[in-house]
């Protein structure tokens, strides 16, 4: 076993000295990977940020009540009635003698993204007078907040970063009304972080919705109180139209519908490039092995064996593929991890999110690298090992 690993070493060393007489083809390899890295990366990264802002906007303890079967607020409808008797309901929370919940409408208006000048869907949130407490994390950092019964938003930092039209101190016409930006907000890491925000009556009115709302949220006074909450909603008639999900759940599932056509994407693009990496450093790798034919031959002939040709060769392709993916990563880092970006939400309109690469998706990123070496010097590899000394030194 020594001696095998003795001969693996040193025809490992002699293939990794020999990398610079075929050095345009060896860069094209690890160029091909490490293009098929970066891709993959970006979409996963897409996908995982946008997963993290959405998921990690709930709370166990706030309930989200939607019409049963919608899939987007945009779809859902509360009336008042149903919100008053949800108000009443077993754990909510109180501030005072009033119930802690929010009935609130989303609606869309038009924006400018900063990048392109292009027209995008922005989400306007009308929301009760406790709608903020009942998001945590958020803190007004610019201006104050709107005053319920005017026509005053105030905007998302997230947003803002992203899209012209809503900056502080700006008056804006939306749908025949004016309007005016009072205030910036920060809700770092959530969806909220991308809305504009405004009173609840005033949406309604200015938009034609009154008495009408699609989402309500209700503060309970603990999170194991939400079993008995969704209970009791379940079974009172006049709800029977509504779901109950607390409001992790509720994003857990919008992320899930959001990310999955990002991952897979994120997979198909990149086990395609992986594909033409693959060729590429089978060409690679079967020009190496014709390369040191002659060295291979007098290793033979001296007493090494086929396995450690055939290790080598492994070894090689490897190296290659790895410092692919590494340049893969690194490209990664600096192009795009942590910068800002948007998407259309699960709701039609515009979320801001930041790309984020997660220790799990750059070890998928490198075990794919690792693959397109694997398979890229087996061929070659046994091609090695089947060297017949005597033909090879007699063609020489």
């Given at each position: 076993?020594?001696?095998?690993?003795n001969q693996?070493?040193?025809?490992?060393?002699?293939?990794?000295?020999?990398?610079?007489?075929?050095?345009?083809?060896?860069?094209?390899?690890?160029?091909?990977?490490?293009?098929?890295?970066?891709v993959?990366?970006?979409?996963?990264?897409?996908?995982?940020?946008?997963?993290?802002?959405?998921?990690?906007?709930?709370?166990?303890?706030?309930?989200?009540?939607?019409?049963?079967?919608?899939n987007?607020?945009?779809?859902?409808?509360?009336?008042?009635?149903?919100?008053?008797?949800?108000?009443?309901?077993?754990?909510?929370?109180?501030?005072?003698?009033?119930?802690?919940?929010s009935?609130?409408?989303?609606?869309?208006?038009?924006?400018?993204?900063?990048?392109?000048?292009?027209?995008?869907?922005?989400?306007?949130?009308?929301?009760?007078?406790?709608?903020?407490?009942?998001?945590?994390?958020?803190?007004?950092?610019?201006?104050?907040?709107?005053?319920?019964?005017?026509?005053?938003?105030?905007?998302?930092?997230?947003?803002?970063?992203?899209?012209?039209?809503?900056?502080?101190?700006?008056?804006?016409?939306?749908?025949?009304g004016?309007?005016?930006?009072v205030?910036?907000f920060?809700?770092?890491?959530?969806?909220?972080?991308?809305?504009?925000?405004?009173?609840?009556?005033?949406?309604?009115?200015?938009?034609?919705?009154?008495?009408?709302?699609?989402?309500?949220?209700?503060?309970?006074?603990?999170?194991?109180?939400?079993?008995?909450?969704?209970?009791?909603?379940?079974?009172?008639?006049?709800?029977?139209?509504?779901?109950?999900?607390?409001?992790?759940?509720?994003?857990?599932?919008?992320?899930?519908?959001?990310?999955?056509?990002?991952?897979?994407?994120?997979?198909?693009?990149?086990?395609?490039?992986?594909?033409?990496?693959?060729?590429?450093?089978?060409?690679?790798?079967?020009?190496?092995v014709?390369?040191?034919?002659?060295?291979?031959?007098?290793?033979?002939?001296?007493?090494?064996?086929?396995?450690?040709?055939?290790?080598?060769?492994?070894?090689?392709?490897?190296?290659?593929?790895?410092?692919?993916?590494?340049?893969?990563?690194?490209?990664?880092?600096?192009?795009?991890?942590?910068?800002?970006?948007?998407?259309?939400?699960?709701g039609?309109t515009?979320?801001?999110?930041?790309?984020?690469?997660?220790?799990?998706?750059?070890?998928?990123?490198?075990?794919?690298?690792?693959?397109?070496?694997?398979?890229?010097?087996?061929?070659?590899?046994?091609?090695?090992?089947?060297?017949?000394p005597?033909?090879?030194?007699?063609?020489?």
């Open positions: 076993m020594t001696s095998l690993l693996i070493g040193a025809v490992t060393a002699l293939n990794l000295r020999s990398i610079p007489q075929r050095a345009a083809m060896s860069i094209a390899s690890v160029v091909a990977v490490a293009l098929a890295i970066t993959l990366l970006f979409f996963l990264a897409l996908s995982n940020g946008l997963r993290q802002t959405v998921e990690g906007s709930g709370a166990e303890d706030i309930a989200v009540v939607i019409r049963e079967g919608s987007a607020e945009l779809n859902s409808v509360v009336t008042r009635d149903q919100l008053n008797i949800l108000a009443t309901g077993p754990g909510v929370a109180h501030q005072g003698a009033r119930p802690v919940v009935g609130e409408l989303l609606v869309i208006v038009d924006g400018l993204k900063r990048s392109t000048g292009t027209k995008a869907n922005m989400p306007f949130r009308g929301i009760g007078a406790e709608g903020v407490s009942l998001r945590r994390g958020v803190r007004i950092t610019q201006g104050r907040m709107f005053n319920p019964g005017t026509n005053e938003i105030i905007v998302g930092a997230g947003l803002l970063r992203e899209f012209a039209g809503f900056e502080f101190g700006k008056a804006i016409r939306l749908r025949g004016t309007w005016q930006v205030g910036v920060e809700a770092p890491g959530t969806v909220f972080d991308s809305e504009l925000w405004a009173d609840i009556a005033v949406t309604q009115s200015l938009f034609n919705r009154p008495n009408v709302y699609q989402t309500m949220r209700v503060k309970l006074t603990s999170a194991a109180g939400m079993p008995a909450f969704k209970a009791w909603a379940g079974g009172d008639p006049r709800l029977n139209q509504l779901e109950v999900l607390s409001e992790r759940e509720y994003y857990v599932r919008q992320a899930s519908q959001s990310t999955a056509q990002f991952t897979f994407i994120a997979w198909a693009l990149g086990i395609t490039m992986a594909i033409g990496a693959l060729a590429g450093a089978l060409n690679t790798m079967y020009a190496s014709a390369a040191r034919s002659t060295e291979i031959a007098t290793l033979r002939i001296i007493g090494f064996s086929g396995y450690a040709a055939f290790f080598g060769t492994m070894v090689e392709a490897l190296a290659l593929a790895a410092l692919g993916g590494l340049l893969g990563i690194g490209l990664a880092f600096a192009a795009f991890n942590g910068r800002t970006t948007s998407t259309l939400g699960s039609f515009q979320l801001v999110f930041k790309f984020d690469l997660s220790a799990a998706i750059i070890g998928s990123a490198v075990m794919l690298a690792l693959l397109i070496g694997f398979l890229g010097g087996v061929l070659p590899g046994v091609r090695a090992a089947r060297q017949r005597q033909l090879e030194l007699a063609a020489q």
